[in-house]
């Protein structure tokens, strides 16, 4: 966890920022308050008290984005959410209409060695299932999940210093270097027969809707992902 130093309404504050920065890349204020059911004022409020604390930045009238140090917080959260509503529905069964209240509830309070663990006991997944989004990567310095299986305790783990995103959240023209390929060793092998390792450069020209190919270059070749591929591929943005 983060010390507990972090109070849960500023992490709910800090993902739902992520999640909607993800498409706008700004979130807006009248959009924070709609999603946590808080009048605009007192969002105002909060949001420049967040940015006091370093976690935003905030522009009057436009919106606010995440720092650094606030993106790791809020991508942490939304991955134990996501992480939590696998296991909810995935091993327990519970019905997709529940897991997000559920999974609300038990995600400020899951440790970040249960986190792991539950992530190897679900063989790391990479979509929730009641939306299918994406489930962040995680911040251990490692470069794929066989690595992480063989580490005893998450103490052993230093943690990345580099925000990572998944190829298939990329836009057009943005380059990056893999730092880390989520699954198991088949994912590795798929891969290697693209072209495509641990530090290679990826430059994404387009992503289809819905369920389609991504279309990457890699070095000066033009490589189709499946959709499902793209999201297990992390990069750091050159």
Known sequence: MHGKTISENVEEYLETIYKKSLTDNMAKTTEISKDLGIAPGSVTQMLKK???EGFVHYYQYKGVKLTDKGYKIAR?????HRLLESFLYNTLGIDVEDLHEQACAMEHSLSDEAERKLCQLLE??????DDHNIIPVCDLDITTCYECSKVHSIKDIPKRLENLIAVGNMVPKQ??????????NDKLK????????????????????L???VKVLVEDKEVLLDKELSYNLFVVIE
């Open 50 to 52: 967040l940015e006091e």
């Open 76 to 80: 942490g959260i939304v991955r134990k």
């Open 124 to 129: 790391y997944p990479d979509q929730c299932p």
């Open 175 to 184: 380059k990056g270097k893999i730092k880390f390929i989520r699954g198991n």
């Open 190 to 209: 798929e891969l290697l027969e693209l072209g495509i390792t641990l530090e290679t450069e990826i430059t994404l020209i387009n992503s289809t809707p």
């Open 211 to 213: 369920n389609g190919p």
